[in-house]
């Protein structure tokens, strides 16, 4: 099993952040990343929706024999993370309680930047005061930031203007913490970091759950040992248009996949491949 792949998946390519992590912390690691771009953004979704398309997805992985799931999505963290752990054989990691821990030790006035569904589910605020009940915690819900970045609208004076208007609650309780609670937002890092204080510290949760990965391979005996193989990329939505738009941030050109889910079992997938460039 040491040698099989790592799955993470996302709505789209917030999930870039943890691939990049894991890339930095685990070279020797093959993955399997997956984005589920033909139903972005999860973010507005209901609970059932995400749960059923967490389940899809875990399934299909579960078929490709993947050893190990980070779910690079702070939606599905949040409202599917504990419901599917029971309900497949493999370990299955979230990228909340490790950003939580992170900005515990960071600071004591931590505000959370997060999909609308990931600030209602308060599941940052629980996670925090799970550790700390003495840090205060406020949250944001930025429904306009995946959109923007998966258009590619990263460097607009639209999209400065937007995230002015959703830091502004959090400046005004001067936090000294911020967390991106969507691993689409450290994209947006240079726009947010020209808004924001210098003495306000930010917790990119991508770090802190791959540490948890490598923790949990080392304690299961599943590190790779292997050279690894390349990444293999799959979307459900446009494999062309996730491709143009992740070369900025993976430095190539991915051959891409397309998957479709949830009937992947009843019938075979349609592939879409882009030669590398």
């Given at each position: 099993m040491t040698s099989q792949r790592i799955g993470i998946f996302d709505s789209g390519v917030g999930g870039l952040t943890v691939l990049r992590e894991?890339?930095?912390?685990?070279?020797?690691?093959?993955?399997?990343?997956?984005?589920?771009?033909?139903?972005?953004?999860?973010g507005n979704?209901?609970?059932?929706e995400i749960l059923t398309f967490v389940r899809e997805i875990l399934t299909w992985m579960q078929q490709q024999?993947?050893?190990?799931?980070?779910?690079?999505?702070?939606?599905?963290?949040?409202?599917?993370?504990?419901?599917?752990?029971?309900?497949?054989?493999?370990?299955?990691?979230?990228?909340?309680?490790?950003?939580?821990?992170?900005?515990?030790?960071?600071?004591?006035?931590?505000?959370v930047i997060a999909t609308p569904a990931t600030a209602a589910s308060n599941a940052y605020r629980r996670a925090i005061h799970e550790i700390d009940s003495t840090v205060q915690v406020w949250q944001v819900g930025c429904p306009a930031f995946v959109p923007?970045?998966?258009?590619?609208?990263?460097?607009?004076?639209?999209?400065?203007?937007?995230?002015?208007?959703?830091l502004a609650p959090l400046l005004e309780q001067q936090i000294d913490t911020l967390i991106y609670g969507c691993t689409h937002y450290p994209h947006l890092a240079p726009v947010l970091k020209s808004i924001l204080p210098r003495t306000v510290r930010t917790v990119d949760p991508a770090v802190y759950v791959v540490r948890a990965a490598a923790q949990e391979l080392d304690l299961l005996g599943l590190k790779n040992t292997s050279p690894p193989q390349p990444t293999r990329f799959c979307v459900s939505g446009d494999p062309h248009?996730?491709?143009q738009l992740s070369v900025q941030w993976l430095g190539c050109t991915p051959i891409v996949e397309q998957i479709w889910l949830p009937a992947?079992?009843?019938q075979p997938a349609r592939i879409e491949s882009l030669e590398r460039e």
């Open positions: 894991l890339y930095r912390q685990l070279p020797s690691e093959s993955i399997l990343y997956f984005g589920d771009t033909a139903r972005l953004p999860y979704r209901r609970m059932s024999s993947v050893k190990m799931v980070i779910m690079a999505c702070n939606t599905s963290s949040a409202l599917a993370l504990e419901t599917v752990r029971s309900e497949f054989n493999f370990p299955i990691l979230g990228v909340i309680l490790p950003g939580a821990r992170a900005a515990v030790q960071q600071g004591r006035r931590v505000g923007l970045i998966e258009q590619n609208r990263i460097h607009t004076q639209d999209t400065y203007q937007v995230a002015k208007e959703y248009h996730f491709a992947v079992s009843l």
